[in-house]
């Protein structure tokens, strides 16, 4: 049997046992929270998210595809054109996940076979 003393010594070790671990939650969740914050400070100076290319190529090319897709597809605002060197680029939409962008892709893809998801 555990007498009164060793009952203390024994309860005594479990409790601290319980309070460091306790403790190294509450700094790995300190951690955490820290580096999220870092992330949110990050993409909101950087910006965050995904768009769709639509064109890679020629001006006069990118300017028909452009025209084209306002005609199609206004739901997703207009297209910007970008140049690139060397080349000029359509791109739509500001997407903040990839799966919004892949369900927006899906039907875009049906006139624009070409069109791709991008992060930016």
Do not use: H
């Amino acid at each position: 049997m555990i007498k009164g003393k060793n009952l203390a010594f024994i309860l005594f070790l479990f409790l601290g046992f319980c309070m460091s671990y306790a403790q190294s939650n509450y700094t790995s969740d300190q951690n955490i929270n820290s580096l999220l914050a870092k992330k949110r400070k990050y993409n909101k100076k950087n910006g965050s998210g995904y768009r769709i290319q639509l064109y890679n190529g020629t001006e006069q090319r990118a300017k028909n595809v452009r025209q084209n897709f306002i005609l199609k597809f206004s739901e997703y605002g207009k297209p910007k054109m970008s140049y690139e060197l060397p080349e000029w680029k359509v791109r739509v939409g500001r997407f903040n996940t990839k799966l919004e962008a892949d369900r927006a892709l899906n039907k875009i893809k049906e006139k624009f076979s070409g069109a791709i998801v991008i992060p930016y």
